[in-house]
């Protein structure tokens, strides 16, 4: 009466079955001697197919543990792929053929939705194009702020490049946020070096 009253068709045990099923045929799949355990109660396989099956679940496991971690890092690594030109300084090679009016728009629109820090870099992209287009610091890749700093120091007034040279170091370097009269401050720097 008691063998009777248990339940053999609860989700519980039929897990537990599922795994002595498993754990049993994996034994047998990978041992190296044969059991004294009557052929036709486990199921037959080739050798080959048991570490088959073992390499395919590690390659999904491994595949899956990837993406995961590729997942939690992807955000901090396109975040330091797009700042990467910046924090040296130099130009993108897509960015060096775009003149001065179009960092300006671009400045402009970056303004208009209320990041600062970008309509910094685009004023700081246009201080570089017209530094080029006046032919008093050619364009190079290389060129980092440190370099332009010591180039406009010989120009008659390098006031306004310095400051827009120091707002993009914040940028690239500093953890303050640019605020609004910071940006201020750079347009109206810009406004001097196109009147010089």
């Not at 190079?140 to 006031?159: F, H, I, N, W």
Request: glycine share 6%; charged share 20%.
């Amino acid at each position: 009466m008691v063998a009777d009253s248990f339940a053999k068709d609860s989700l519980g045990w039929q897990i537990q079955q599922t795994q002595q099923r498993v754990s049993e045929w994996l034994e047998f799949t990978f041992m190296n001697n044969t059991p004294d355990i009557p052929q036709g109660s486990l199921p037959e396989f080739p050798r080959w197919f048991g570490w088959g099956i073992f390499w395919l679940i590690f390659a999904l496991a491994l595949a899956w543990l990837l993406w995961a971690v590729g997942q939690l890092f992807l955000p901090d690594l396109q975040r330091w792929l797009d700042r990467g030109p910046a924090l040296t300084g130099t130009i993108k090679p897509s960015e060096k053929t775009i003149g001065a009016t179009e960092w300006l728009r671009r400045s402009r629109h970056w303004q208009q939705q209320g990041n600062y820090a970008e309509a910094c870099r685009a004023i700081y992209m246009a201080m570089l194009e017209q530094l080029h287009d006046k032919d008093y610091v050619p364009r190079k890749l290389s060129r980092t702020d440190g370099a332009y700093l010591e180039c406009v120091q010989q120009l008659a007034k390098p006031d306004p490049y310095q400051f827009l040279l120091q707002v993009h170091e914040q940028l690239c370097f500093g953890s303050t946020e640019i605020s609004v009269e910071t940006f201020e401050r750079c347009q109206k720097a810009y406004q001097v070096i196109e009147q010089l």
